[in-house]
């Protein structure tokens, strides 16, 4: 079974230029997360999308934005790049066990982001 | 909000010793999970823990889980080299809280020979 794959692998912009990153979630999993891991900032969560809607958001700025799509692929977009938005970011992906309250989360490679 | 301290953040440990890191989380949950992530590389599954008292064990590794503590424990026996990676605990706050997980700092494991 594919795992969750991402691109590009790597990507450098320079500030206030835009970056988009893909993602394509495992087979069958309908929600995907996307996850900023900046140096110095640890692991932090920037969005959750689910059937196509938006459903949570972390504490990012408005230039950090995405989407899904019907097949549950997810595209983010940041816009206006700053410096600091050098880091690797993650996209995850799941399906929702509600029953048994599991919703475990599978990462796929990332996306280095250098912003010069 | 929630917050989710892992220690030590950096361990340096001899092959064949046993070592045990710690992850300590502020609010209530009974999900969590532990990823190891290689330099450079992406985040490994190692263990789904979701309800008070769960022990799982992979080889050389068990994780466990006491929600009342609000502790999780992953426990290393007899290292060997090749466990050397950033060991992350996660708290999975659920629906309620808009599925977010919330991770440790993390804790950089070095086994030396």
């Known amino acids: 079974e594919a795992g969750v794959t991402q691109s590009p692998t790597h990507l450098i912009k320079t500030r206030g230029q835009q970056a988009t990153l893909r993602c394509s979630p495992i087979s069958g999993h309908t929600s995907v997360y996307w996850y900023q891991q900046a140096l110095g900032l640890g692991l932090q969560f920037l969005l959750w999308?689910?059937?196509?809607?938006?459903?949570n958001r972390g504490n990012f700025p408005p230039r950090f934005s995405g989407r899904q799509f019907p097949n549950y692929s997810s595209e983010l977009n940041v816009n206006a790049l700053e410096l600091e938005d050098s880091a690797l970011y993650l996209c995850?992906?799941?399906?929702?066990?509600?029953?048994?309250?599991?919703?475990?989360?599978?990462f796929g490679p990332g996306t280095r982001l250098t912003v010069l | 909000e929630l917050k989710v301290e892992q220690n030590p953040l950096f361990l340096s440990m001899q092959e064949g010793k046993n070592y045990t890191i710690y992850c300590n989380y502020s609010?209530?949950?009974?999900?969590l999970y532990w990823y190891r992530q290689d330099p450079g590389k992406s985040l490994e599954s190692l263990f789904v823990?979701?309800?008070?008292?769960a022990v799982k064990q992979e080889g050389r590794l068990m994780a466990s889980l006491d929600t009342k503590a609000r502790l999780s424990t992953l426990h290393i026996t007899a290292a060997v080299h090749d466990l050397s990676a950033t060991y992350f605990c996660?708290?999975?706050?659920?629906?309620?809280?808009?599925?977010?997980?919330?991770f440790g700092a993390g804790t950089i494991l070095r086994v030396k020979s």
């Open positions: 999308y689910d059937e196509g809607e938006e459903r």
């Open positions: 996660a708290v999975d706050l659920g629906m309620e809280y808009g599925n977010k997980l919330v």
């Open positions: 823990l979701l309800s008070n008292g």
């Open positions: 609010t209530t949950s009974d999900r």
């Open positions: 995850a992906s799941s399906i929702i066990d509600r029953a048994k309250g599991r919703n475990e989360q599978f």
